[in-house]
């Protein structure tokens, strides 16, 4: 039995129970386009325990203590119990009206928000001296498989946190198409898999959280960050967004494309979303300063109904969205501009080198 909540402002979860025969939850698992930022394997093991304490009838807010290390973002307790609500069909899965925005509990952060949004002239000179200070190679990387992507994204973000690569930002093309699904969201209720073989596209993984992204060569322009842990100290969450892709939305903007910082994590325009980014922190290793991932993907071109074949999105994700289709709601780069897709790849490649100095 499944049962889905979606924060408005925030991120979608989704609660999955096995019953008895008697109708009495026995085990319970949870997935969603959520963050989880922390370690790894005590991600894995609190979304664990919270699925555990939704079928014992135990507060969720005790799992939480346990667990200070990791921040929980664009959910909350309120949402998971929600969705376990639903699956047990206690409460009618779909649409809502009620109003609210990105959660984040158990913060872990040193918050320096009242700066950083409160005045935009500060931010602007924050987000400066940083990049500056953090000089980032700009690097064309050559054509990999999906998988190897995903490879690669890991790898460099731990070499970068064992300070054993300078910071690094590498712009990516794929050698075939692929859906590339969130660290903590549900294969099967995301991807419509035989779709997905019938057409030729792999199903790969991301080490970050998320939502899924749909992926065709020469029609995405994909980058990544990798930098030092330092780079977003004391920057609440959304901030960092915005910290790391101001550079690409002003370059957009330089197009006489209005893009815009929407929601957590994506990149729109008027016309619908543009892109989407997730992040994900690496721990300190072999005396390194640990390292932020954070990677982008851009539409430049879709072919929205073969998407649409292959990706499956719940009306319940689309909730507190004016527009009610997954389709409909993206805003490819082509519609607003006629730059090819090489031309544009290395224009954005430039802003990106002059972003720091």
């Given at each position: 039995?499944?049962g889905?909540y979606k924060?408005?402002?925030g ?6 129970v096995?019953?008895d025969?008697a109708g009495?939850?026995v085990t319970?698992?949870i ?5 989880v930022?922390?370690?790894?394997d005590?991600?894995?093991?609190m979304?664990?325990?919270?699925g ?7 507060p969720?807010a005790?799992v939480?203590?346990r667990?200070?290390s990791?921040e ?9 119990s929600?969705?376990y609500?639903r699956a047990?069909?206690?409460e009618?899965?779909?649409s809502s009206?009620?109003?609210?925005r ?6 872990g952060v ?5 700066i950083l949004?409160s005045?935009a002239?500060?931010f ?9 200070s953090l000089?980032p190679?700009v690097?064309?990387?050559?054509t990999?498989?999906p998988v190897?992507q995903?490879?690669t994204d890991?790898?460099?973000a731990?070499?970068?946190?064992a ?13 075939g198409?692929?859906?590339v699904v969130g660290r ?6 995301e991807?419509d898999?035989e ?23 020469g029609k995405?322009i994909?980058y990544?960050l990798y930098?030092p842990?330092g ?6 969450l959304e901030?960092?967004?915005?910290l790391c ?5 002003d370059?957009?903007?330089?197009l006489?494309?209005?893009a815009f910082f ?7 325009c008027?016309?619908?979303k543009?892109?989407g980014?997730a992040q994900?922190?690496f721990p300190p ?7 932020l ?7 430049y ?11 499956k999105?719940?009306s ?6 004016a527009?009610?289709s ?10 607003q501009?006629?730059m090819r897709?090489?031309i544009?790849?290395?224009?954005l490649e ?7 100095n």
């Open positions: 039995m499944r889905e924060t408005p402002g991120k979608l979860v989704g609660v999955d096995v019953v025969a009495k939850p319970c698992t997935d969603g386009d959520f963050f930022l922390g370690d790894d005590v991600a894995r093991a979304l664990a325990d919270l555990a304490a939704l079928v014992a009838g135990s969720l005790d939480f203590r667990y200070p990791l929980l973002v664009g959910v909350d307790a309120a949402a998971i929600k969705a609500q047990l069909r206690k009618e899965n779909g009206d009620e109003k609210g990105s959660i984040c509990a158990n913060v040193d918050d320096v928000s009242d949004t005045n002239d500060a602007h000179q924050i987000r400066k001296k940083r990049w500056s000089h190679q690097v064309h990387d050559v990999r498989t190897e995903m490879e890991e790898d460099w731990r070499q970068v946190a300070g054993q690569r300078a910071a690094t930002l590498r712009f990516w093309s794929w050698s198409p692929a859906v903590f969201q549900s294969i099967e209720q991807v898999v779709a997905a073989k019938r057409e030729g596209f792999d199903v790969v993984r991301r080490s970050t959280g998320g939502g899924a992204m749909f992926i065709e060569p995405v994909t990544s930098a842990k780079f977003v100290a004391s920057v609440p901030e960092s967004f915005r892709d101001q550079w690409a939305v370059a957009l903007n330089g006489g494309i209005a929407s929601g957590t994590n994506d990149i729109a008027a016309q619908g543009i892109g980014a994900r922190f290793t072999d005396g390194g300063p640990g390292a991932l954070h990677h982008v993907t851009l539409a071109d879709i072919d929205a109904q073969k998407m649409g074949r292959i990706l999105t719940s319940e994700k689309l909730s507190d969205k527009v009610k997954a389709v409909k709601r993206v805003a490819p780069i082509r519609r501009t006629d897709f090489e544009l790849s290395s224009y430039t802003r990106a080198k002059l972003s720091y």
